[in-house]
T-cell receptor, first 109, second 113 residues
């Protein structure tokens, strides 16, 4: 069964304290791995797509990486405005997205 | 640029009442359209998707239905709401011909009492 698991469920960091969020997936015929940011009460905002193991993408303080079993979202020197829930989703051979439950990130000033 | 609208933003409805949520997309043609429901602390659950006018695929059996009367309009409906229909409803679109990313609207918070 296709599955996506994100860890940890919640992460509290001090401003400037770098860390990583994990997204483990078991999906047949991975077509893409997606990262989104979601603020409370709003729709998810697209961040990155990764297509193959070894691929990396960066945007400001965020960098996403992909292996054959998991993806990481690395956050370097985060600021309070990076606080949000980060969602990952994997697209399999049937083109549907399988979503993780998200990691709630809190950055304290 | 593309924009996706949803309304209403919030809705409180009694059990047994009907429902109509609307989603429209601007700035693109022939998009794929999606309805999701998001429960607190859980991943997004795909309810319906559409690849064209009048073409609806249902992913989860329930008392909800969807329609696509126009290319860039997607409607989620129910004849009689249940308590379990409460949640955060999200509409999304993706380009038909390039990329697999989905882009989300602002969402509708539905509370059924």
């Amino acid at each position: 069964e296709d599955q996506v698991t994100q860890s940890p469920e919640a992460l509290r960091l001090q401003e400037g304290e770098s860390s990583s969020l994990n997204c483990s997936y078991t999906v047949s015929g991975l077509r893409g791995l997606f990262w989104y940011r979601q603020d409370p009460g709003k729709g998810p905002e697209f961040l990155f797509t990764l297509y193959s193991a070894g691929e990396e993408k960066e945007k400001e303080r965020l960098k996403a990486t992909l292996t054959k079993k998991e993806s990481f979202l690395h956050i370097t020197a985060p600021k309070p405005e990076d606080s949000a829930t980060y969602l990952c989703a994997a697209q399999g051979s049937n083109y549907q997205l399988i979503w993780g439950a998200g990691t709630k990130l809190i950055i304290k000033p | 640029s593309q924009t996706i609208h949803q309304w209403p933003a919030t809705l409180v409805q009694p059990v047994g009442s009907p429902l109509s949520l609307e989603c429209t997309v601007e700035g693109t043609s022939n998009p794929n359209l999606y309805w999701y429901r998001q429960a607190a602390g859980r991943g997004l659950q795909l309810l319906f998707y559409s690849v064209g006018i009048g073409q609806i695929s249902s992913e989860v059996p329930q008392n909800l239905s969807a329609s696509r009367p126009q290319d860039r309009q997607f409607i989620l409906s129910s004849k009689k709401l249940l308590l379990s229909d409460s949640g955060f409803y999200l509409c999304a679109w993706s380009p038909r011909t390039s990329g697999n990313e989905q882009f989300f609207g602002p969402g509708t918070r539905l509370t059924v009492l």
